[in-house]
């Protein structure tokens, strides 16, 4: 925050993976790029859905092109989709997918915002939407980024109707326009004053396009010619925006990069009229603002820019400082501040950092980090203090044109420091539909600024800036170099069931844990164990060893007379004096960094007539899902199978039955090659189960053991009724029965990608639909194949499993227990 004309800066510099582990200079080439927008007064909001809606093309643009700051609104994470690269759903999927976002926007220059909106799955229309949404609370999320950016432009992706293709994406539209007109309303959504003023953008506008055989634009609509070539990009904004895209690799959404200009097409929404481009009737400039000074003096600094010497700017840059201290618009001179402070830095070559070479550290513990300082400028840059987290210093050290300075410093981390995760999935959801913040003033930001922090005050000419250099963690991989991440906190113990799916067989059940303990504090513990709030057993634990698996047994005596099927217990761990009750989950992938959550130590008991007779799986992985686990605890032996085993037929022969994996017609390239040995397995006498696939980016056009068609029907009510068409159907009745109860429960969906045409040997199982709509009977079709058995079924397994669904655990454990039914079945 600026306090005078000498003030102390708060330099927050956002990278790749927000809040920067190192503070780097800028490239020359971005340093005149972000020249150029400090010249631009206009600001523009894109909004949308989900990551991957917005138009890279056009966020490139506007940023290389145009020269305006602008952002992505993105009103969920992302966290109802499917994961390509592994077993991550829900906000861990969002969390892949908040990152994803994030390196996107490092490349195309734009900024990232959230809103709190879960992304629940596929909807069919807003009125599909707003049943799950609170369209109250995600308009007043989108309020205050309005307020919080202030942009003179909101663009939407999508219009409020059937043509945006999904729910979601017409509530975006709708969400927009309400929150284009409360913004600057006092009345609406008042808390937010306190941090931030009211707002009116001047107009809203709806990027129209052209998806396959649905074209929204014309002729006549507003018009801006995008994709031009960037000679300092070495490249054309399509091309930019091709590579910028390709970072949402979770979604499989790696996208061509094409060179060459096309043309943008809009239709006015709301606010003020454009009779020109997009900017029509904005203030663009200093000058048009009242500062033709600052307006000319931003202009003799890029014309002199030096590309082999940006300190040659610095000069001019701290000049131009002084000017814009003296704006009268608050918000534009804040805005303007922190980016001629960070050109300043830029300018100097200077790179900080304060690392250490453990990745996780533990609250109230000690560690030795190394503060790294380098700059490449005159004049020079001199460290007058250095504010660690429990003392300051005061050197007054002058930094050496190109020389780095090291200082080593033991730290502790405070004893009150929270473990590190996502703040939106720290506390449970308020609802399915909406993450529950802990502070409001969070609300839009990809991830919380770190709060442990090294702040080191430079002193360049006459005014002193405050860098902060959060802690951080720095190894040297032999592949990828130099890995610089952020220092993970994690909590003195943790504590996780070594299952998450028990089932209540009518005997006493055997429980394990899992405990670790991360302090050098050795000890004696104690496990609680509770349901709905209830203490239901414990057992003390000798902490003696850091690492260690308990075992216990629960009473059928207590679980066996909770009247519920799917029973949730809780576990938490009193060791020293505190109570733990999560566990750490990371999420590792070469194209992001190392992410951390915390889970809570629960697990489901499953109780209730859940039979199953096949006893040995083979599972052949597709895009990513917990069905091999959920097998497995429920006492499967489960093989995960390869090229190799998929070649050899005695192999397959030994297993009861064989289940694909979700979109494995979509991601694995060598199904062609053993769909035959498949069919020969089956033709034998084994079951093959295949769950849904998408229609788009197939590896077999002809996927079925007989001849189907897959179309984009599904049904997205997870309570929609289901009729059983043959309710004597030997799959249906071994063995377990299933009925209408079995249906009860579900989560986010029934399913996706039902076939609509199927040969004559095919039976169907089940009919269904969403409200309004025709009924499908695509969802499980079932034929005999030789002596053995083809089931395909794009019903949601992937989700209702591990979510411990005891009526989609009976009808999948029929569907293994397939080949038993004609010698056992009554």
């Not at 790696?254 to 009229?273: D, H, K, L, N, W």
């Not at 991360?518 to 203490?535: C, D, H, M, V």
């Not at 066996?560 to 750490?584: C, H, M, S, V, W």
């Not at 295949?690 to 002809?702: A, H, K």
């Amino acid at each position: 925050m600026i306090k005078s004309l000498k003030s102390i800066t708060v330099l927050l510099l956002m990278a790749a993976f927000c809040s920067a582990q190192q503070v780097r200079p800028l490239k020359s080439s971005e340093i005149y790029r972000e020249l150029k927008t400090l010249q631009h007064i206009p600001k523009v909001l894109y909004l949308a859905a989900h990551p991957d809606d917005e138009n890279t093309g056009m966020l490139s643009w506007l940023v290389n092109e145009q020269n305006v700051e602008t952002a992505y609104l993105s009103l969920t994470r992302g966290d109802g989709g499917q994961n390509l690269l592994g077993t991550e759903q829900g906000p861990a999927l969002g969390l892949i997918r908040t990152h994803e976002l994030l390196a996107a926007r490092n490349l195309d220059g734009a900024k990232q915002f959230f809103t709190r909106a879960i992304d629940f799955g596929f909807s069919k229309n807003t009125d599909d939407t707003f049943k799950q949404w609170n369209a109250d609370s995600i308009t007043a999320d989108v309020v205050w980024a309005i307020r919080k950016f202030r942009p003179d432009i909101i663009i939407c992706r999508f219009p409020p109707t059937a043509a945006a293709g999904h729910g979601q994406h017409a509530a975006s539209a709708v969400v927009a326009e309400k929150a284009f007109k409360a913004a600057a309303d006092k009345s609406q959504f008042p808390n937010q004053l306190k941090y931030v003023s009211v707002w009116q953008p001047k107009r809203l506008l709806w990027n129209t396009f052209r998806f396959g055989a649905v074209n929204t634009t014309a002729e006549n609509q507003l018009k801006v010619t995008v994709g031009q070539y960037d000679p300092q990009l070495g490249m054309g904004y399509g091309e930019l925006a091709g590579l910028s895209r390709s970072f949402h690799k979770s979604q499989g959404a790696g996208t061509q990069s094409v060179a060459g200009i096309r043309t943008e097409y809009f239709i006015p929404v709301a606010g003020e009229s454009s009779k020109g481009g997009i900017f029509d009737g904005l203030a663009m400039s200093w000058k048009a603002k009242g500062y033709a000074d600052i307006d000319t003096e931003v202009g003799k600094i890029i014309a002199n820019f030096n590309f082999n010497r940006p300190d040659l700017s610095l000069n001019a840059l701290l000049a131009l400082r002084k000017k814009i201290l003296v704006v009268k618009d608050l918000y534009l001179r804040q805005d303007k501040l922190k980016s001629v402070d960070q050109l300043i830095l830029s300018c100097a070559g200077l790179m900080g950092e304060v690392v250490t070479n453990q990745a996780e550290a533990v609250a109230g513990s000690s560690y030795n980090f190394r503060l790294n300082l380098i700059a490449r400028a005159q004049p020079p840059v001199v460290v007058k203090q250095i504010k660690w987290l429990n003392e300051n210093e005061t050197p007054g050290k002058q930094l050496s044109a190109d020389s780095l300075v090291t200082i080593v410093k033991n730290i502790q981390i405070p004893v009150d420091t929270k473990p590190t995760e996502p703040y939106w999935m720290a506390n449970p959801a308020k609802n399915a539909a909406t993450f529950s913040v802990p502070n409001d003033t969070l609300i839009g930001l990809p991830e919380a600024e770190s709060p442990l922090k090294v702040v080191v005050d430079l002193k360049i000419g006459a005014d002193v800036f405050s860098v902060e250099l959060p802690l951080s963690f720095k190894k040297l991989d032999p592949v990828r170099g130099d890995v610089v991440e952020p220092l993970r906190i994690i909590p003195a113990a943790e504590l996780r069931f070594t299952q998450s799916i028990y089932l209540g067989n009518g005997e006493d059940l055997p429980i394990s844990f899992f405990v670790k303990r991360n302090t050098e504090q050795a000890g004696k513990g104690r496990i609680s164990l509770t349901y709905n709030g209830q203490s239901i057993g414990g057992l003390d634990v000798d902490l003696t060893t850091k690492n260690i698996t308990v075992n216990y047994l629960l009473p059928k005596s207590v679980w066996g007379k909770i009247n519920a099927n799917r029973i949730p217990i809780e576990a938490q761990l009193t060791f020293d004096g505190a109570t733990f009750g999560k566990y750490q989950v990371l999420v590792q992938y070469p194209h992001l960094p190392t992410l951390q959550y915390f889970s809570h130590t629960t697990a489901f008991i499953l109780k209730g007539d859940v039979k199953v007779k096949a006893k040995k799986i083979g599972y052949i992985p597709g895009a990513g899902d917990f069905i091999p686990e959920f097998l497995r605890e429920a006492g499967l032996q489960v093989d995960v199978l390869g090229n190799g085993d998929l070649m050899d037929a005695r192999k397959l022969a030994g297993y009861d039955a064989i289940v694909a994996g979700v979109r494995l017609n979509n991601t694995e390239k060598k199904l062609g090659l053993w769909m035959p040995m498949l069919k020969n397995y089956v033709n034998d006498g084994g079951t093959f189960i295949m769950q849904y696939n998408t229609n788009q980016d197939v590896t077999l056009n002809d996927l079925g053991f007989y001849p189907f068609r897959i179309a984009n029907k599904r049904v997205t009510e997870e309570d929609a009724a289901v009729k059983i068409l043959i309710p004597n159907h030997p799959l249906l009745n071994y063995p377990n029965k299933i009925t209408n109860e079995d249906f009860k429960g579900w989560v986010q969906e029934r399913g996706a990608y039902f076939p609509d045409q199927w040969d004559q040997k095919y039976e169907a199982l089940f009919e269904m639909h969403d409200t309004g709509e025709e009924a499908l009977q695509g969802s499980t079709l079932y034929a005999r194949y030789g002596k053995g058995n083809f089931i395909y079924t794009p019903l949601a397994f992937f989700r209702q499993l591990p979510a411990g669904n005891v009526g989609a655990a009976r009808l999948f454990f029929n569907f293994l227990s397939a080949s038993k039914v004609n010698e056992q079945a009554p």
